[in-house]
């Protein structure tokens, strides 16, 4: 396992930014916002122009790219051509990881199984492991319905992020049921009332979910995912979060 960091860490940023915040906090892998909204990259501008998002993927001032989370407005066919240019991008920068969100509360069971086949088998073909987000408001918020969907779904995992088990409806509940299909984790501090405290102030037990994901084989990313807080210094909970998890590994 290693210490990565979200670009979302810094979304009013673009990658080159990015890139120096990071650099400048000693961090050595990133996990990149591919997003219609909101990403330092879009999955339209990846589809539209392949080579100028590949050439911007590869200066990345010595990190590692260790992911892509992808977020994708487009429907229909285009929806899975994003998809498919995406998983091009993450082949051809020789990143293994891409996160996808789950669909939301509500949405037919049915519909989402043959939305996550169709993902699945793109992303195989083109040698990418394709993990749905574990998220409050999404099918996902229930660990339970979580591993029903990656049982149904060949080659489907899960990028797990806690704190939506610890703050929201499961609130606190047991999750140990996800850990054999983690593919990816995001990780910041949390309680039960708030989604985002600072480091240390939370709920979430790093050093036991390091020993389960451990005894599972997960040699992957930790994803630093913190967002910026008024009146808290930012830099220092991302330095701060690094320095804990790096101690534990």
Do not use: W
């Amino acid at each position: 396992m290693f210490v990565s960091a979200s670009s979302e860490c810094f979304g009013d940023l673009s990658l080159q930014g990015v890139l120096e915040r990071l650099v400048d906090l000693e961090y050595t892998n990133i996990e990149i916002a591919v997003h219609e909204r909101g990403g330092q990259l879009k999955p339209s501008e990846v589809l539209a122009d392949p080579d100028t998002v590949l050439a911007i993927c590869r200066e990345t001032k010595r990190l590692n790219i260790s992911g892509y989370s992808v977020d994708i407005d487009a429907e229909g066919e285009e929806y899975y051509q994003q998809f498919e240019a995406c998983c091009r991008l993450a082949k051809a920068t020789k990143v293994v990881s891409l996160t996808m969100p789950a669909a939301e509360i509500g949405t037919p069971f049915n519909a989402e199984i043959e939305r996550l086949q169709r993902l699945a088998a793109i992303a195989t073909r083109e040698g990418v492991l394709e993990s749905i987000k574990t998220e409050t408001g999404k099918i996902t918020q229930d660990p339970d319905t979580a591993v029903v969907l990656c049982d149904n779904v060949k080659g489907l995992g899960l990028t797990l992020d806690p704190s939506h088990y610890i703050y929201g409806p499961h609130a606190g509940g047991s999750f140990d049921q996800v850990i054999k299909y983690v593919y990816n984790v995001h990780l910041r501090d949390t309680t039960k009332d708030k989604l985002q405290v600072r480091v240390g102030q939370g709920e979430v037990e790093y050093s036991r979910l390091i020993n389960q994901l451990a005894k599972v084989k997960y040699h992957r990313a930790l994803v630093v995912h913190m967002t910026e807080t008024e009146g808290v210094d930012h830099a220092a909970e991302m330095r701060k979060m690094r320095l804990l998890l790096e101690s534990m590994l």
